[in-house]
């Protein structure tokens, strides 16, 4: 190991880059999370087209409301997790690091939004809109995975 790599034996910097590794069988919780969430989305009516098109009209309160809520939680939770030194169900430390603005942001995030006014679907709910049985999100599913695709692709072109 050279002096410029930082292993971290027992911190989890990211989700995605968790040092102990997870059998599949344990990866069972965030299915079941994952349903849970799926159905409160549907009893919500957060995966309601109408819902979401009349948040873009700006007739209704109720999908701010839910959005905002939601940022109240997750920034509670950030201080919670930093204040009192949660750990993840592995027992690793949990690492925030600082997050730096650039234009391509701006870019990405209007393109997001145009396309969750244009289909009624961000990319959470689209899986519970199809498992409602709304075939046809499956058009936007596949967009939003060739978008995905393209911005792979051309990443290193891109404004970031």
Not at 7 to 24: D, K, L, M
Not at 29 to 44: R, S, T
Not at 56 to 84: C, D, E, N, P, W
Not at 118 to 144: D, E, M, N
Request: charged residues 15%; contains cysteine; glycine residues 10%.
């Amino acid at each position: 190991m050279n002096n410029t790599q930082i292993v971290h034996p027992i911190e989890c910097e990211a989700p995605n880059e968790q040092v102990i590794s997870e059998s599949v069988f344990s990866n069972i919780k965030y299915a079941v999370v994952g349903m849970a969430f799926g159905i409160v989305f549907v009893k919500a009516e957060i995966i309601s087209w109408f819902r979401i098109q009349e948040m873009f009209r700006l007739q209704s309160f109720f999908m701010y409301g839910v959005i905002g809520t939601a940022v109240m939680v997750g920034m509670i939770s950030v201080f919670l997790i930093k204040k009192f030194n949660i750990k993840t169900l592995s027992g690793e430390k949990v690492i925030f690091h600082d997050k730096t603005f650039n234009k391509g942001q701006v870019y990405g995030g209007l393109i997001f939004g145009l396309g969750w006014a244009i289909t009624g679907a961000c990319p959470g709910p689209l899986f519970a809109q199809i498992g409602s049985g709304f075939l046809a999100v499956l058009v936007t599913f596949l967009s939003a995975l060739a978008g995905t695709w393209t911005y792979g692709y051309f990443r290193d072109k891109l404004p970031h």
